[in-house]
């Protein structure tokens, strides 16, 4: 009987400890997706909140096929997150290339180059606002004082302009989790495959094509999966910089959920549009898991 009430005690143990952290998640988590997916089936409005109780199935969804708001957004979010990312991906490699080689001073420049994404994305957004100011702003001033323009140039205002400054802002923040990743993947790599390459007679670009990059893709495909989450879910810097303007040429999905959530108090279709954001942002995730596997099948590692 104490053998059996041992076992027991220490079968239960484990569920005992991990039980606040699990409740934690059900109530911060699980209920709240629940509740978000009922409401989406809804035409849940914050200002009649008897709409609740009405349940109209995937209608709300069905109208996010006829809406040109959406797709618009839907489709900047897109193009948002292909620039994003591969413009990140480029500077952080050759960031991490760089700091690589450097023999003196290397842990203070992996400091330093951790400063960017130490900055909460609200904080990044004020920073930016005001250098791209029309009028106070300091980059205007600086091209002005130069001579290489007359005039202000409105960086916010126009349109194509104004989604250069976000993407200008967002890649400045996030690079550095591309370096730091990839830096981390030079680190690990093996000399011993260098030195043989150059034994037999190959340059560095070929060492670079063949060798280096192959080995520190899994590294990249990692910090591709996290930056996307955080792309797909860009709000902060938007909301502050544009407020998704001019005329909704920088409006972006989440940008659009909250104008539609709770300035337009259609709360049933923001969570449906939240839910589709969602899906996208499990398929990119998906899709950088299956390049993660094939690049570390391709370099004989474990699946």
Known sequence: MLRYLRTRQAKLTPILLLSPALLTMLFVVALPLLFSLYTSLTPYRLTRPETIETFIGLRNYMRLFSDPDFWSAFGRTILFLAIALNVEFLLGLGIALLINRITWGQR?????????????????????????????????????????????????????????????AEIWMSTSVFAILLLAGLFAMPRDPLEAAKVDGCNSWQVFRHITLPFIMPFAFIAMTIRSLDVARAYDIVSVMTGGGPAGRTELLWTLIARTGYENTRMGQANAMAYVSTILSIAFTYFFFTKLVAARRYMGGAE
């Open 108 to 168: 203070t420049l992996r400091t330093i180059m951790m400063f960017p994404m130490m900055f909460s994305p609200i904080l990044v957004g004020f920073q930016f606002k005001f250098i791209f100011n029309d009028n106070i702003g300091i980059l205007n001033n600086a091209l002005q004082s130069l001579g290489i323009t007359d005039q202000a140039i409105p960086w916010l205002v126009d349109a194509k302009l104004a989604m250069f400054s976000i993407l200008f």
